[in-house]
């Protein structure tokens, strides 16, 4: 599997320097906190998806730098021996803790939260970002995709167009947490268990001498699950009708047609025609031909007769807005046992970061079950269990509010406990269901594709106040 390869040296090479540059300066034990999160949700959309945490934890558990990378940092020149040592005998010994995959995440959240010796917590920034950043992005975009769907199925058709072998693999893994029902990718079905579908190529018809003879042979080779590719020639003229003469003769078990190109709405509204009067009423269409969510949505509002959607390109490269903006800044030092809060300042306002060890909280109506507002709170804070509680905008320091009648959960869980891993990785299917059941806790109006409603992200007032006093201090 994929994630067994050591990926230790896949950094940013400044990532190194600076752990040298924390050696030589004797920083080498100093605890430091980090947080990764994002601040814009992709396409404009009114939530993301947390994905790429299996992976992640499979890294961390075995970073090890081989004499292979020893023998290339010393010969950079730049490396003291100490620190070449030191990478060695390295063992990963830092707190973490995260939110599970599948949960719904929204901009300024702690998505991950390191803790520990500054070299360490330091250097695992870019393979972090890496898997945490690419998984959310196609999990995020493939939920947006089976929304449009509106209960059709969608399947994963991406691995070809997919921007490399790991992009394949982990975007198909992604994409099933999203909701997609399965992957055209043979591997993830091996090694991470998501059903592996497919049909057939247009070469299958066009190696036979007639359109009839291919899907004979493919019927009788594969009656449990037949699903005959039909616009090779011509969808209508000949494609359909002989998929009806096949499932005529052979009555395979489950039986279907697929459209590959062309009017889809035009072409499925007439092939359902066809198959009806045949009797062919369970007869499934699958469409496929550069689909999104917008295209999906548009061809269903059109009357489309399709039973699933294979969403290939647009899916497996996000490429709507192919990059998911998460980052990691270093939130916290410890200097003789207290914890001292970091800020960074810019002129941008969403770029000044929250201080401090925190923890985040998901506020849920008591009545409703609806997810109302998250809270990020500073890490020795208790949420009230019956409220009322007051929080504050993290931007604008007019904006607060009180919220009664709620629940509170909180939403990170620690996978690391001094480098060992405390946490059980779910099933690929258990996240599969709790991705979508807490969708189900998101109101209908941050569900829009168009102009969703903004979900609340707000601060504990004693965060709020250590924020502002920073803020002050920098004056």
């Not at 992976?55 to 021996?81: A, P």
């Not at 982990?170 to 999203?178: K, Q, V």
Request: hydrophobic residues 40%; contains cysteine; proline residues 4%.
């Amino acid at each position: 599997m994929i994630e067994r390869i050591n990926m230790t040296m896949l950094t940013d090479f400044y990532e190194l320097t600076m752990a040298n540059g924390y050696f030589e300066k004797g920083y080498k034990d100093k605890i430091a906190y980090f947080d990764m999160f994002f601040r814009k949700i992709p396409d404009e959309g009114g939530f993301a998806i947390a994905a790429g945490l299996e992976q992640l934890v499979h890294c961390l558990e075995t970073l090890s730098f081989e004499e292979e990378d020893i023998n290339y940092l010393r010969n950079k020149g730049i490396f003291c021996e100490a620190f070449l040592d030191y990478l060695r005998n390295f063992a990963f010994q830092c707190d973490v803790w995260a939110v599970p995959e599948g949960t719904p995440v929204f901009p300024g959240e702690p998505i991950v939260t390191v803790r520990g010796p500054v070299i360490q917590s330091q250097f695992i920034e870019t393979i972090l970002l890496l898997l945490i950043n690419h998984q959310s992005l196609i999990a995020t975009k493939a939920n947006r995709i089976v929304r449009a769907a509106e209960g059709r199925t969608i399947m994963e058709f991406g691995t070809r167009r997919a921007h490399g072998a790991s992009s394949a693999i982990y975007g198909a893994r992604a994409a099933y947490i999203g909701g997609c029902v399965g992957t055209a990718c043979a591997i993830a079905e091996r090694d991470y268990d998501i059903p592996a579908l497919g049909t057939m190529a247009h070469s299958w018809i066009q190696m036979f001498d007639t359109e009839y003879e291919s899907f004979k042979a493919y019927a009788d080779l594969y009656p449990e699950n037949c699903v005959l590719l039909v616009d090779t020639y011509n969808v209508l003229k000949s494609g359909v009708p002989n998929a009806i003469r096949v499932f005529q003769e052979t009555r395979p078990e489950k039986m279907g047609i697929r459209i590959d190109s062309g009017d889809i709405t035009y072409l499925s509204k007439n092939a359902r025609k066809l198959l009806d009067e045949a009797g062919f009423e369970d007869c499934a269409i699958v469409a496929s031909n550069s689909f999104d969510e917008y295209l999906i949505r548009d061809v269903i509002g059109q009357g489309a007769c399709i039973d699933s959607f294979g969403v290939g390109e647009r899916l497996i490269t996000a490429r709507s807005e192919p990059v998911f903006g998460g980052v990691y800044k270093m939130a916290a030092i410890e200097r003789d046992g207290a914890i001292i809060p970091k800020i960074k300042l810019s002129e941008n306002i969403e770029k000044i970061t929250n201080p401090g060890f925190k923890s985040l909280y998901r506020l849920y109506d008591k009545d409703s079950k609806k997810a109302i507002a998250d809270v990020i709170t500073l890490a020795d804070e208790t949420i009230p269990d019956e409220g009322p509680l007051e929080i504050f905008d993290p931007q604008f320091v007019w904006k607060r509010k009180t919220v009664e009648n709620f629940e509170a959960k909180k939403l990170q869980q620690q996978i690391f406990e001094k480098g060992k891993r405390v946490y059980e990785l779910p099933a690929i299917h258990e996240i599969r269901d709790y991705c979508a059941a807490q969708i189900a806790t998101l109101w209908d109006e941050i569900l829009r594709f168009e102009n969703p409603h903004e979900y609340y992200v707000d601060l504990s007032k004693a965060l709020w106040k250590m924020k502002t006093d920073l803020i002050e201090s920098y004056k």
